[in-house]
């Protein structure tokens, strides 16, 4: 597939112009080959992946977390290094970081509530708020959490055993505590700030892992790209344990 003809469709799908707030370079970070014949799906964008996007004959490197943040660097070092690999490969880079959270077909956060078996979802934020059909006891949603993301949740429980309406902004999403108005809220990094207004609140918060929410949306966005025009894709799982 023509890349410039791929960019463009993402870049219309993902809406990236609804997030000018967001610190990410979303869009193509890095040109490589002009066709297009292998995706692959990462969160992050770092030396260890490139190496192994190298190795899958990846052409096309789609990331949740992109190598720029709004700030000029200079090309040295590991910057440097990584850039090397990409040019090697003749790999683009595609990121998307706050428009894959918040995308209702393919984000993060609502491929994470309908794997959880949510009900009515809605956009809160850039995340999502549902129900369950039931009351679910809470160390039941924990439990499935683990299932869908490998990892053990952190559970924090300053609400009731049973819970309802749920709320779930992957990554760090501590910031958002505040507002949250449900009885579970879902997010993937700890803060200690949040630790008391937590329990002094009466809510509860799972943290299911910062890299382990945002593996979602790019493995949905990457399975989107093969439906819609037949490209293969390959999951480049480099986990941080955080």
């Known amino acids: 597939m023509d890349r410039d003809e791929l960019v463009g469709y993402l870049n219309g799908y993902l809406d990236l112009e609804a997030f000018p707030q967001d610190p ?12 297009v014949t ?28 992109g190598l720029f943040w709004g700030r000029p660097f200079p090309i040295v070092g590991h910057h440097k290094r990584r850039l090397a690999l990409l040019f090697q490969g003749g790999i683009n880079l595609y990121a998307a970081h706050l428009p894959l959270d918040a995308h209702p077909e393919v984000g993060n ?51 009731l055993d049973q819970v309802e309406t749920v709320i779930i902004v992957s990554g760090s999403g501590t910031g958002l505590l505040p507002k949250v108005d449900a009885d579970l809220f879902i997010t993937g990094e700890p803060k200690h700030a949040v630790f008391h207004e937590t329990f002094e609140r009466g809510l509860n918060v799972i943290y299911a892992g910062h890299y382990d929410t945002e593996t979602f949306g790019v493995k949905a966005l990457a399975q989107h790209l093969y439906e819609r025009f037949g490209l293969p894709w390959v999951f480049l799982d480099h986990p941080t344990g955080l």
């Open 109 to 159: 956060n609502f491929v994470l509530a309908r794997d959880l078996g949510l009900l009515d979802l809605t956009p809160w934020d850039v995340g999502v708020k549902g129900r369950f059909p039931l009351p679910t006891p809470l160390l039941q949603v924990a439990d499935r959490l683990g299932q869908l993301t490998g990892m053990q949740p952190l559970v924090h429980q300053g609400g």
């Open 24 to 35: 990410s370079l979303n869009g193509l970070q890095v040109e490589g080959k002009p066709r």
């Open 38 to 65: 292998k995706v692959g799906a990462a969160v992050d964008a770092g030396e260890a992946v490139f190496r192994k996007a190298l190795e899958e004959g990846v052409d096309f490197l789609l990331v949740h977390h």
